[in-house]
């Protein structure tokens, strides 16, 4: 019998995995209740109940206890573990805003007054972007971004003028 809940417990377990939380909707709304940890919990109780029969010689209800230990401990921390990656902090969104300052490259000249493109880095990805300068600037000269007109548009400067 542990062996068919531990069975039970692990397809459970995975299939709560592959196809992220389906048992949730018939779950109730418990922080600590989810897919994952009843199939964790399902699987050692059946693994340390089969375990302390098979190998102690253990009764029955010895066997269930030992099981419902481990399961309820194995739950407990799968529950921690799940609600402490919830809750793991990450970096802000990248805004059109968080340009200023940035520096980058011109990939398509800017005349002065006029409009080029440049290469930017943006939450570390290349971002191209529609440029306006003061001075002219040929491609491959680092430029620095002074101010943000739009989320495309922005006004650069070389970098070596704006940091002299």
Same mark, same amino acid.
Request: glycine share 14%; net charge negative.
């Given at each position: =019998?542990?062996?068919?809940?531990?069975?039970?417990?692990?397809?459970?377990?995975?299939?709560?995995?592959?196809?992220?939380?389906?048992?949730?909707?018939?779950?109730?709304?418990?922080?600590?209740?989810?897919?994952?940890?009843?199939?964790?919990?399902?699987?050692?109780?059946?693994?340390?109940?089969?375990?302390?029969?098979?190998?102690?010689?253990?009764?029955?209800?010895?066997?269930?206890?030992?099981?419902?230990?481990?399961?309820?401990?194995?739950?407990?921390?799968?529950?921690?573990?799940?609600?402490?990656? =919830?809750?793991?902090?990450?970096?802000?969104?990248?805004?059109?805003?968080?340009?200023?300052?940035?520096?980058?490259?011109?990939?398509?000249?800017?005349?002065?007054?006029?409009?080029?493109?440049?290469?930017?880095?943006?939450?570390?990805?290349?971002?191209?972007?529609?440029?306006?300068?003061?001075?002219?600037?040929?491609?491959?000269?680092?430029?620095?971004?002074?101010?943000?007109?739009?989320?495309?548009?922005?006004?650069?400067?070389?970098?070596?003028?704006?940091?002299?």
């Amino acid at each position: =019998m542990f062996g068919v809940v531990g069975v039970v417990g692990a397809l459970v377990l995975v299939v709560s995995l592959v196809f992220d939380d389906a048992l949730d909707a018939a779950l109730p709304e418990a922080g600590w209740i989810s897919g994952p940890v009843i199939g964790a919990c399902a699987a050692v109780f059946g693994l340390v109940g089969w375990v302390a029969q098979a190998q102690f010689d253990a009764p029955t209800p010895i066997a269930a206890a030992a099981g419902i230990a481990g399961g309820v401990a194995i739950g407990w921390s799968t529950g921690r573990l799940a609600l402490a990656l =919830m809750r793991t902090p990450t970096d802000a969104t990248p805004t059109a805003a968080s340009l200023v300052g940035a520096e980058g490259r011109v990939v398509t000249p800017v005349r002065g007054g006029g409009l080029g493109e440049v290469v930017v880095g943006l939450g570390g990805a290349p971002v191209k972007l529609t440029a306006t300068a003061e001075a002219d600037l040929p491609v491959g000269t680092r430029v620095t971004v002074v101010a943000v007109h739009s989320s495309t548009k922005v006004l650069v400067e070389s970098t070596d003028r704006f940091w002299s």
